[in-house]
Nanobody, 124 residues
C-alpha cells in the first residue's frame, strides 16, 4: 500500500506561482510511475503532468506546457509540481497518483493510488 498526501495548494493571483508536493509513505516510490491530475467543478479529471519512475521522461498537457513542471525526488519519496504563470482556468482540485510500473501513464483508470487532493484557486 502507498499513501499519498498533497500539500502546497492555496489562493494566488493570476500570474503567480505555487509548488505542490505529494509525500508518499508505505513503500518507496522509486518503482512507481506518477502523475498530477486536476478536476474543476463540473469537469472530468484530467492529467496535467506525468513522470516516469526514473525521472528521465515527463509529459505535460498542452494547456500547461511551458508553465508547469513535474519532478520527483525518490530519495525523499516526494513528487512535485511547480506551477508558474497561473491562470484562472487552472483553478481546480489537484491530485497526485501513483502506479507500480514504468512509462508515462495518462489514463486515470490505470492509477492505483491517489491522494486526497489540494485546492488551487487562481483569481483574476
Amino acid at each position: 500500500q502507498v499513501q499519498l498526501a498533497e500539500s502546497g495548494g492555496g489562493l494566488v493571483q493570476a500570474g503567480g506561482s505555487l509548488r505542490l508536493s505529494c509525500a508518499a509513505s508505505g513503500r518507496p516510490i522509486s518503482t512507481y510511475a506518477m502523475a498530477w491530475f486536476r478536476q474543476a467543478p463540473g469537469e472530468e479529471r484530467e492529467c496535467v503532468a506525468a513522470i516516469d519512475w526514473d525521472d528521465r521522461n515527463t509529459y505535460s498537457a498542452a494547456p500547461v506546457k511551458g508553465r508547469f513542471t513535474i519532478s520527483r525526488d525518490n530519495a525523499r519519496n516526494t513528487l512535485y509540481l511547480q506551477m508558474n504563470n497561473l491562470k484562472p482556468d487552472d483553478t481546480a482540485v489537484y491530485y497526485c497518483a501513483a502506479v507500480r510500473g514504468i512509462g508515462i501513464i495518462l489514463s486515470s483508470s490505470r492509477y492505483e493510488y491517489w491522494g486526497q487532493g489540494t485546492q488551487v484557486t487562481v483569481s483574476s
